[in-house]
Each structure stands twice: as structure tokens, then as C-alpha cells.
């Protein structure tokens, strides 16, 4: 009974499953194939369109990027285009007198004919068939400082180059910009500001592959050459400098009844007598004059004094002074001397130096030969000229105080020591020619250090030592320079300065007019819309 009844409830569910099934509405599943494919549908259109503007952003940002390039492609070949037209324009040191009174006449009406070349070879327009890209360059320029002597003027240039880049069918542009900076000077020039230069006939090819011109700010791209000459250029007339160190107006000789006074000495026409005087009247010291050879001069730091010993023999000189408290002593053997003024800072030797070299200060106040080659000869921002008439032997290091070397280039903590040396090959009084010129002769170091300018007269710049490199921070000028063995490289600098704070009276200036370009660099690169 129970088995019956069991099957018969089993039937009935499955009849009502049944008829369940057969009252649902008909197409339920077609449906849902629809909305299935209606979302594929969706989906697919959706990623063709996102596809789609994938494709038009990534072409809108290769064209900018092209545009980019088009505009920064144009400044990189405008300004080698410069560049170039500049090295070009200054690669020849010597001018005739005439043209540089023609570029300090235009300077000084505010003209800037003087670089108007270089600002029509930066105007440049340029289309790259294959890439599309197309840019035009325009360059303007402005006159920022000009300083204009008698004998030379040194003008710097500020400037503007824009580039505007564009792709052949699109309307959009971009411009970029460079802000420059050109420096140079032109006429009877001080040497000091030449960082290497030489006669022609007195420079073997030999010679001029051992010499290295760098510039130790290397954002300045100038005064990387060996510069070269061909008629007289280093002046054999010290009377200018001279005069300045001696408190005399401006002799046109040098005569024993004039000289004599000035030392110090009872008036006459008597020959000065060998030996070491200090110039100074009733406003103080001046320079240091010298009569005859000297065998050794010494220069030193102690302390804060700037210490220079003169040897003659068994005689010996010493001057101390302190540039920061305006004190000066002057030793001899016979008396000391103090006074509340600084000296002139020119030493004149109507002789030859027979050792100019470092010396380290002793216990008594004087100087020894230095020991070692790490002992400064100058305090930092010294200003010192040394003038000879005959031939002048440095037999060590001569460098600054704080004189630093990072990644093989110097670096002063302070301001750059003017240190001149100097050799005339000529003598002060009786104007006959001498042998005159610069030796390097340090034979127990293997690099030399020489923080100068140094003006090699006479039969110019011998390199008798046996370093294998020697390191010049500062500038050469010689009538010839003798160095198959010894590398020489020229550290220079553009002097930031004003002439003025050159003291230009103790500088020395080249024979002839010069055109030297001093300095070009990129002072700033930027976008603009």
C-alpha cells in the first residue's frame, strides 16, 4: 500500500514539473543569446574606439615629439652654425690699427655691427624632406658692457637665439630659446688676457703638439688655441711699467740723474751702485728696483703677509706685506722700515734672476728654499708684477695659497692671484738688448705647477726641465717657445673683472693690435610659447 502510494505521489511531481514547464513564455533562451551578443557587441565597439583614440593620441604626441625635435634640432645647428662663424671671425689674432679704431668707433656709438655676421648666420630656415620637420632660427643681440681705453676696448655681447620647429601639415609649433654670452677684446691687448700666444717663426710643429690650451670653466667653449702671430707683438719698453714702480712721470729715458733721485740716491750722473732699493717719498712705499743680477729670489706666505726675499751675494732683502691690514715692512742689513701703506706691487730687476722659486719662512722671519713642493709662493688674490731685463729661471713650483685640484682642473677657493712675470731681453738704462727670456728649469719634480702669466721677451720660453707635464694656470706669451719633451698645459680663465680692478698700470700690453675672443658660452636654454 505504501510502495503504491510512494509511486504515485512520484508520478504526480513529475506530471506537474512537467506542465510547469510547458506554461513558461516561449523564446526565453533566444533572449538571452541577444543580450549575450549585444554585450560582445559593446564590448568589441568599445575597444575599436578606445583602439581608435589609443591611435590619435600616440599621433599627437609623435608629432609633438617631432615638433620638439624640429625646434631643438634648429638651435643645434644654429648655434654651431655660430659657433663655427665666430671661431672663424677671431681665429686670426693680428688686425690693422685702422680696423680696431673702426670696432671701438662702432662699440662706443652702441653699433652691433661688430657681430652682425654672426647674427645673420644664426638666422636660419631648414625643411627635412624625409622627416617633414621644418624650422626657421632668428638671433638677436644687445651690447651688456663695453670698457674702452686708449689702446683697446673688451665688449660683451648678450644674445638671443629663438628656433621655431614645425611638421609639414600640422598646425602646431613650438620654439625654443638660447641665452648667450660673447666676451672679446680688441686692440693693444694685456697679455694677461691671451691664455697662450706666440710668434709664428719661433713655434715648431713639434712644440705646438705639447701645448694644451684648457679652460677651467668648461661651460666657456673660447680660448682653447695655441694663438700665433707673425710680426713683434711683446713690447722690450718696460719705461711705462717702470715708471709706475718708480714714482716718475712717464720718462721717456732712463738716465742716471734721473734714476738716481728716485732710489733714494745723491743726485749725479754716477752709475747706480749694485744693490736693492725701495721706491718711496712722503706718501709712502712704492716698487722694489733692483740693480744688477739677482741670485736668488724668494717668494713665501707667513701668516698673512706676503713675503718676497731678494740675494745678492751675502746680502740679502726682505719685504713682508699684508694686504688685508695695509702694513709693509722692508729689511735690510743696515735697517728695517715699517709703513701704514701698501707698496706698489712691482718689482724691477735691471739683471737676471738666477732662481725665482717658493721658499718656506724660517723661524727669524726669512725665507728658506722650500723643501717640498706643496709650499705656496703667493697668498690668494695677490697682485704682484715682476719685470726683468734679462733672463729670469724658475726652479720650482710657484702657485697660490688654497690652490685646490678637482677632476684635473684647479680650483681657487678665492680670487685668482695676478701674478705677472716678466722678461724685457732689454736693458732699462742704456736700452741695449740682453739676453733676455723665461727658463723653466725644476729638474727634481715630475709635475710642475706654475700659477702666472708669463711674458717671455727676448729668445722667448725655454722648457729645460725634466717634468713630464708641467701645469701653467694663468697665460704664456713669448716670441718662441722651446719644449719637445715636456707637456705644457695652459689653465686660463676669463676675468670676470672689470679692467679697472686690474690695476692696468702694471699690466703688460702686446705690441700690436690684437682680436681675441675671450669667452662665448650658453648661459641658459629654455622653452617658450
Given at each position: 500500500m505504501n510502495i503504491s502510494r510512494l509511486f504515485t505521489q512520484k508520478i504526480c511531481e513529475k506530471f506537474n514539473r512537467l506542465l510547469n514547464r510547458a506554461q513558461r513564455p516561449q523564446g526565453s533562451v533566444m533572449m538571452v543569446c541577444i543580450l549575450v551578443m549585444v554585450l560582445f557587441l559593446s564590448l568589441g565597439v568599445g575597444l575599436l574606439i578606445n583602439s581608435r583614440l589609443f591611435l590619435q593620441v600616440q599621433g599627437l604626441r609623435k608629432i609633438s615629439r617631432l615638433i620638439s625635435y624640429a625646434s631643438e634640432n634648429g638651435l643645434k645647428q644654429t648655434w654651431a652654425r655660430f659657433y663655427s662663424h665666430a671661431e672663424e671671425i677671431f681665429s686670426e689674432p693680428e688686425i690693422e690699427e685702422t680696423l680696431f679704431l673702426e670696432i671701438k668707433e662702432e662699440l662706443e656709438a652702441g653699433h652691433l655691427s661688430v657681430i652682425q655676421p654672426l647674427l645673420q648666420a644664426a638666422a636660419l630656415s631648414y625643411q627635412d624632406d624625409f622627416s617633414k620637420m621644418t624650422w626657421q632660427t632668428e638671433a638677436s643681440g644687445t651690447l651688456d658692457k663695453l670698457f674702452s681705453f686708449e689702446s683697446y676696448v673688451k665688449a660683451t655681447f648678450g644674445l638671443n637665439i629663438k628656433s621655431t620647429g614645425q611638421v609639414q601639415g600640422f598646425s602646431g609649433k613650438k620654439s625654443e630659446q638660447i641665452s648667450a654670452e660673447l666676451t672679446f677684446l680688441a686692440g693693444r691687448l694685456p697679455l694677461n688676457q691671451v691664455p697662450a700666444i706666440a710668434s709664428r717663426e719661433g713655434l715648431q710643429e713639434s712644440t705646438l703638439n705639447q701645448i694644451e690650451v684648457k679652460n677651467f670653466q668648461p661651460e666657456s667653449l673660447a680660448g682653447t688655441q695655441v694663438k700665433t702671430v707673425s710680426g713683434k707683438f711683446i713690447p722690450d719698453n718696460a719705461l711705462p711699467l717702470i715708471s709706475r714702480g718708480l714714482k716718475i712721470f712717464r720718462p721717456e729715458k732712463l738716465p742716471n740723474w734721473l734714476l738716481r733721485p728716485a732710489l733714494g740716491l745723491e743726485p749725479g750722473n754716477d752709475p747706480v751702485p749694485v744693490g736693492v732699493y725701495l721706491i718711496q717719498d712722503?706718501?709712502?712705499?712704492?716698487?722694489?728696483?733692483?740693480?744688477?743680477?739677482?741670485?736668488?729670489?724668494?717668494?713665501?706666505?707667513?701668516?698673512?703677509?706676503?713675503?718676497?726675499?731678494?740675494?745678492?751675494?751675502?746680502?740679502?732683502?726682505?719685504?713682508?706685506?699684508?694686504?688685508?691690514?695695509?702694513?709693509?715692512?722692508?729689511?735690510?742689513?743696515?735697517?728695517?722700515?715699517?709703513?701704514?701703506?701698501?707698496?706698489i706691487p712691482v718689482i724691477m730687476i735691471n739683471g737676471e734672476i738666477h732662481s725665482l722659486a717658493s721658499g718656506q719662512p724660517s723661524q727669524l722671519g726669512y725665507l728658506l728654499p722650500a723643501e717640498n713642493e706643496i709650499a705656496p709662493a703667493f697668498l690668494a688674490g695677490v697682485r704682484l708684477t715682476i719685470v726683468s731685463s734679462g733672463k729670469i729661471n724658475l726652479t720650482s713650483?710657484?702657485?697660490?695659497?688654497?690652490?685646490?685640484?678637482?677632476?684635473?682642473?684647479?680650483?681657487?677657493?678665492?680670487?685668482?692671484?695676478?701674478?705677472?712675470?716678466?722678461?724685457?731681453?732689454?736693458?732699462?738704462?742704456?736700452?741695449?738688448?740682453?739676453?733676455?727670456?723665461?727658463?723653466?728649469?725644476?729638474?727634481?719634480?715630475?709635475?710642475?705647477?706654475?700659477?702666472?702669466?708669463?711674458?717671455?721677451?727676448?729668445?722667448?720660453?725655454?722648457?729645460?726641465?725634466?717634468?713630464k707635464k708641467i701645469e701653467l694656470i694663468g697665460s704664456v706669451a713669448a716670441t718662441a717657445i722651446d719644449s719637445d719633451k715636456t707637456h705644457l698645459t695652459v689653465f686660463s680663465s676669463p676675468d670676470e673683472s672689470s679692467p679697472e680692478q686690474l690695476q692696468p698700470e702694471l699690466l703688460v700690453y702686446s705690441e700690436r693690435a690684437l682680436l681675441h675672443l675671450s669667452q662665448i658660452r650658453i648661459l641658459e636654454w629654455r622653452s617658450v610659447q
Open positions: 712722503d706718501l709712502g712705499p712704492g716698487g722694489i728696483y733692483v740693480q744688477g743680477d739677482l741670485d736668488q729670489l724668494l717668494l713665501g706666505v707667513d701668516n698673512e703677509f706676503q713675503v718676497v726675499q731678494f740675494q745678492q751675494e751675502d746680502r740679502c732683502w726682505l719685504l713682508r706685506f699684508d694686504p688685508s691690514a695695509g702694513i709693509t715692512f722692508f729689511i735690510s742689513q743696515d735697517v728695517q722700515q715699517e709703513f701704514r701703506q701698501l707698496p713650483n710657484l702657485f697660490s695659497e688654497g690652490l685646490k685640484w678637482a677632476e684635473g682642473l684647479p680650483y681657487l677657493k678665492s680670487q685668482q692671484s695676478q701674478v705677472i712675470i716678466w722678461s724685457t731681453g732689454k736693458d732699462f738704462q742704456s736700452e741695449e738688448l740682453v739676453d733676455g727670456g723665461i727658463t723653466l728649469a725644476n729638474p727634481s719634480i715630475e709635475k710642475g705647477i706654475i700659477e702666472a702669466n708669463l711674458v717671455a721677451g727676448g729668445q722667448g720660453l725655454e722648457i729645460a726641465s725634466s717634468s
